[in-house]
């Protein structure tokens, strides 16, 4: 089964400053899916960023851009220009291309932003 | 608008009383799916559905029944409910029409078992 990796149980930035969160995870399928989710304190589930296997551009929304090593196995968030609104718990998740339809999550890292 | 609805939100309930959570959504997915959300454990999938009257165990599936009589519906059924089922449950849909693996969620449904 494949498994994520999120290592850091909490992470804290400042307001307008960059944090990366890392992901690391473990699969043996070569082309499959990973995402970021964000589950501000409302606890809705919002998808941040996705990015494909077979596509070696790193994917990119707006201040969130992702570091996407396929050898490695490691997909880290970038957040730039932290904002408040940033603050949240955020997973880590893999679903392979072929094999259905369930995400395999993180246990997910806390940000904290502070003014 | 495109949602996936769950119901209810919040529910203290106690031991042995059987309770349903309800799940709707209105995008004509073919997938749906159940998760609960606990500290340090990330989301783990409970069971899924992969159409109408198709169903089958995720990894976490003891102590819960689910049913898909209707594509829009998959209700979450706990029919003792016992503490260790208290958590934040999560129902989720897709569409192999997107190509993009992406999981709808709702809203969430938080319940406590005393």
């Known amino acids: 089964a494949q498994t994520v990796t999120q290592s850091q149980p909490e992470m804290s930035v400042q307001e307008a400053e960059t944090v990366t969160l890392s992901c690391t995870y473990d699969t043996s399928e070569s082309d499959y899916y990973l995402f970021w989710y964000k589950q501000p304190p409302s606890r809705q589930m919002i998808l941040v960023i996705r990015?494909?296997?077979?596509?070696?551009q790193n994917a990119t929304e707006n201040r969130f851009s992702v570091n996407f090593q396929k050898a490695a196995k490691s997909f880290s968030l970038k957040i730039s220009d932290s904002q408040l609104g940033d603050a949240a718990m955020y997973f880590c998740a893999y679903k392979g291309r072929n094999s259905g339809y369930a995400l395999n999550f993180g246990k997910g890292t806390s940000l904290l932003v502070t003014p | 608008e495109a949602q996936v609805t769950q119901n209810p939100r919040y529910l203290i309930t106690v031991t042995g009383k059987k309770l349903t959570v309800t799940c709707s959504q209105n995008m004509n997915h073919e997938y749906m799916s159940w998760y609960r959300q606990d500290p340090g454990l990330g989301l783990r999938q409970i069971y899924y559905?992969?159409?109408?009257?198709?169903?089958d165990k995720g990894d976490v599936p003891e102590g819960y029944k689910v049913s898909r009589k209707e594509k829009r519906n998959f209700p979450l059924i706990l029919e003792s409910p016992s503490p260790n089922q208290t958590s934040l449950y999560f129902c989720a849909s897709s569409t192999p029409a997107l190509n993009t693996g992406e999981l709808f969620f709702g809203e969430g449904s938080r319940l406590t078992v005393l």
């Open positions: 990015q494909e296997a077979y596509k070696q």
């Open positions: 559905s992969m159409n109408v009257e198709v169903t």
